[in-house]
């Protein structure tokens, strides 16, 4: 491995070399992996999908806040830690703002709720700083430029929302009372925007104000802090920056690359020259700790990209899909397996200890980076966790230059801590936060919510910038929608035996899942359109209900056939032969598991056990069970059903 960085470096340049890293690794872990990039192989082409700068305040000052703007987070959900805070502050009497996309269930504690078409956001944003701007507000040149472009007229129907639902809000952040500007990762691209507001409301660096990020991992922020990012080094110092670079280049005894590298969809991109590329081709690709082939769905060309890859070098704790690309895979040890530091998202820093030692050849990821930066003509200290962060990391990061192992221990602190008496700082004093180029940008697309992935939601990719298409908020629109699903399934009949059973069960606590298994079987299947007229019905959150179909194996969100066809694939009727029975259903039917014929006289089911080994191999159609069977026999079973009623 190493003689192929070294040729591929002598023959393309350093940045024909790229690293992806993941904040689920360590801060140690993370910093010796930037500094293999950075000293030995002599390239800033280093990204972390999921890094983010998390808040400038702490969790307990949600509790505290006055006024807080919570944009595009399903709370509750995604950070129930944050979202305790937020209701806390709720029912003391804060002025709550929820800005999303979807119905969430924090919406129910909100002042003012506004509903907007998704990936507007920063439209929203940027609109209420002119609104904020037009009073007498200050402004950079530059947020001023910006916000000039965005008039209410224009922020009303670009984002959907009436002009004076827009002003209301302005009108409650029009306050010299702080501002905690909370936001979800869903809408990090935003982030510019949401600074800007609060630098022109005043509010950066000061208590229960700040623009707040609920990052998305246990190390989102840890991968900044260490300088997982192609234009940051530690401590987020410039890579372009002369004197930034100073002390790292005399603690690292070399010179450092002052070229930014490219961004994760830039690097993904050169593998394979793929539309977002730049530069040139990334010919040896490190990736570490992070399952790049799941991403696939929403970020199409990956899988494309890791083939094309002329060399992969995968570093995990599990087998996963990445690894049928890879030419090189190194073991890492498990979080369960190593020592070290993550960082939160109020920037708090707290020890993991190595529980049980590594299995088989798993090693720590800082060995790894240690013995590869050997090979690679470095001469690195041996050095555990703690040497690595007292002897360079606490050196080098000023806002972390008062950390020690030893304070650590006592319960971890938020930095800056500036000194060895410092106790840390409960939020950022000074200016704007740096944006993290690249990161969290790309997780708003990579990782999308269940929800918009859907049946029938997801109607373009979020990369092209035309948005997601949820579910209709008016009540008329969501009637008319149903109507027109009844229709299409010619059971327009079906409304007022539906009706009655929401009626029914409108104010009985735990009556969801009755309801949906009623309307299921009187429609065969739960799509969205459906579970929205539910939600609307039962006057819950259409999120609520959604959870719980996705949940259930028994709801479906699909239509189902008349005969259901299970196949047991138990050890078995595998050892007898059933692979080759369902390859031959799924010939003869032209469907693949979980799906439908067109005509919806079958669906396909896979079973893991039937509890009729003695029959292997065995199927199931309705309710009768067919074992001992032949190949040759399945299409003749099948087509016995054909047209009848359910059980042959």
């Not at 530690?234 to 005399?250: I, L, N, Q, S």
Request: with cysteine.
């Amino acid at each position: 491995m190493a003689a192929k960085i070294t040729e591929v470096k002598e023959t393309d340049g350093a940045e024909a070399i790229a690293g992806i890293g993941s904040a689920k690794s360590t801060n140690e872990s993370l910093y010796l992996m930037q500094k293999l990039f950075r000293a030995a192989i002599g390239t800033n082409q280093l990204a972390s999908p999921q890094a983010a700068s998390g808040l400038n305040n702490s969790l307990s000052e949600l509790e505290e806040a006055k006024i807080i703007f919570l944009i595009g987070s399903d709370v509750t959900e995604e950070n129930p830690v944050a979202g305790t805070f937020i209701k806390r502050a709720s029912n003391n009497g804060c002025q709550l703002i929820v800005i999303d996309s979807r119905p969430t269930k924090i919406e129910r504690f909100s002042t003012a709720h506004l509903l907007l078409k998704e990936g507007t956001e920063s439209v929203l944003v940027n609109g209420i700083i002119q609104q904020l701007l037009e009073r007498g507000r200050s402004g950079s040149d530059e947020t001023r430029k910006i916000a000039e472009n965005y008039p209410l007229s224009v922020v009303s129907k670009t984002t959907g929302l009436q002009p004076d639902a827009i002003t209301s809000v302005t009108d409650i952040l029009d306050t010299q009372e702080p501002v905690m500007l909370v936001y979800g990762p869903r809408c990090a691209s935003s982030a510019q925007a949401f600074v800007n507001l609060q630098e022109v409301l005043d509010n950066l660096g000061r208590k229960y104000g700040g623009v707040n990020l609920l990052s998305p991992l246990n190390n989102s922020q840890g991968a900044c802090d260490m300088g997982l990012l192609p234009d940051y080094l530690p401590g987020y110092a410039r890579v372009d920056d002369d004197a930034a670079r100073e002390p790292f280049e005399e603690a690292w005894g070399c010179t450092l690359n002052n070229k930014p590298g490219m961004a994760f969809d830039e690097i993904i991109g050169s593998l394979s020259h793929t539309p977002g590329g730049s530069g040139k081709k990334v010919r040896l690709l490190y990736c570490a700790g992070e399952n790049l082939a799941l991403a696939t769905p929403a970020v199409p060309g990956i899988s494309e990209a890791l083939k094309s890859a002329e060399f992969l070098v995968v570093q995990d704790i599990l087998d996963n899909e990445t690894l049928e690309f890879a030419h090189v895979v190194l073991p890492a040890a498990a979080w369960a397996e190593s020592d070290g530091t993550y960082t939160n998202c109020e920037r708090r820093v707290s020890r993991m200890r190595k529980a049980v030692p590594a299995q088989g050849e798993a090693k720590p990821e800082t060995w790894i980076y240690t013995q590869l930066a050997h090979r690679l003509g470095q001469d690195w200290p041996e050095q555990d966790p703690q040497g690595v962060w007292d002897n360079e990391i606490s050196k080098l990061v000023p806002p972390l230059s008062g950390l020690r192992y030893d304070r650590i221990d006592e319960g971890g602190l938020q930095w800056p801590v500036m000194g060895p008496e410092s106790p840390g700082s409960t939020h950022l004093d000074g200016d704007r936060p740096p944006i993290c180029r690249g990161a969290l940008v790309w997780f708003n697309t990579h990782h999308r919510t269940l929800l918009e992935q859907c049946e029938g939601l997801l109607e373009v990719l979020p990369r092209t910038g035309e948005g997601i298409r949820v579910p209709p908020s008016d009540s008329k629109e969501v009637t008319e929608k149903f109507m027109e699903l009844l229709k299409e399934e010619e059971q327009t009949e079906a409304k007022a035996r539906i009706d009655e059973i929401l009626a029914t069960y409108r104010t009985r606590r735990g009556g969801l899942i009755p309801v949906l298994q009623q309307v299921q079987e009187i429609l065969g299947f739960l799509p969205v359109t459906v579970q929205n007229y539910i939600a609307q019905g039962l006057e819950i959150p259409f999120s609520d209900v959604f959870g719980v179909v996705t949940f259930y194996s028994f709801f479906t969100m699909v239509p189902r056939g008349r005969h259901t066809i299970r196949v047991c694939l138990g050890t078995a009727c595998f050892v007898k032969g059933s692979a080759v029975l369902l390859e031959n259903v799924e010939e003869h039917l032209k469907i693949s598991i979980g799906e439908t014929t067109e005509d919806r006289e079958y669906s396909l089911e896979l079973v893991r056990c039937l509890g009729a080994c003695g029959l292997a191999p065995v199927i199931v159609v309705d309710d009768v069970t067919h074992g001992q069977l032949d190949p040759k026999e399945i299409v003749d079973i099948v087509e016995s059903y054909r047209g009848a009623t359910d059980g042959g």
